[in-house]
């Protein structure tokens, strides 16, 4: 057994950059698909609005930790090998997906109205309304609600410890294995998790109430 110094505690602060980039791959991929839902969602399509709602129905009704399992042991399974890296990626894009999305559904559907009946009148079909009419009116709603879900997807890479991959949660259970000093070990993961969260729970908080004032005049 050894003495928690130094060392350990820059091992763990190291692992940060592996929680930040994962979080990143997670929302940048999450966003691409969350729009995809989002649009599933709201389109004429019925049998789009059927299979998005599908996604996020699954996604959302079953807990992240099974869906990191289900990829990490199920893809050897059907022969496809993959690393605790890429396991946590795709588990993570899923999830943000489905959540992003049904954000991003609420702020397209908070539009007046008027606006789609405006765009049909011109003629406009289904992308082009989106793209030209509804979606710039809608990311200004958005932008508050994904800033804030933010917070949930760095929390959400914890569980990815369970699979092997090395982040901030991961490191401490690491160093609390050889200095058996827990106390310490899981303040300083818990201190590094909300120096990650807080100034993006700030920063959601501030662009809801510059919308709310926004919104008054």
Not at 3 to 28: C, H, N, Q, R
């Amino acid at each position: 057994m050894r003495t928690f110094g130094y060392p350990e505690f820059l091992f763990i602060l190291e692992a940060a950059k592996w929680t930040i980039a994962l979080s990143l791959i997670a929302f940048v991929g999450g966003a691409l698909g969350g729009l995809l839902v989002a649009l599933g969602r709201t389109s004429d399509s019925r049998t789009a609005r059927a299979v998005s709602t599908a996604f996020v129905q699954v996604f959302q009704g079953t807990p992240l930790l099974l869906q990191l399992f289900l990829v990490f042991f199920g893809a050897p399974v059907l022969g496809i090998d993959v690393n605790p890296w890429v396991a946590a990626g795709v588990a993570l894009i899923f999830n943000t997906s489905a959540f992003l999305g049904e954000i991003w559904r609420g702020c397209i559907q908070a539009i007046p109205h008027g606006q789609t009946e405006a765009s049909h009148a011109l003629g406009l079909h289904y992308f082009a309304r989106m793209r030209d009419v509804v979606l710039p009116q809608a990311f200004k709603i958005a932008l508050p609600p994904t800033v804030g879900y933010m917070v949930q997807v760095v929390k959400g890479t914890s569980l990815a410890a369970i699979i092997g991959f090395t982040e901030v949660t991961r490191a401490g259970q690491i160093i609390n294995n050889a200095t058996f000093q827990p106390l310490i070990v899981f303040s300083l993961v818990a201190a590094i998790y909300f120096a990650l969260c807080w100034p993006l729970s700030l920063l959601a908080a501030r662009m809801e109430r510059r919308q709310a004032r926004a919104l008054a005049r």
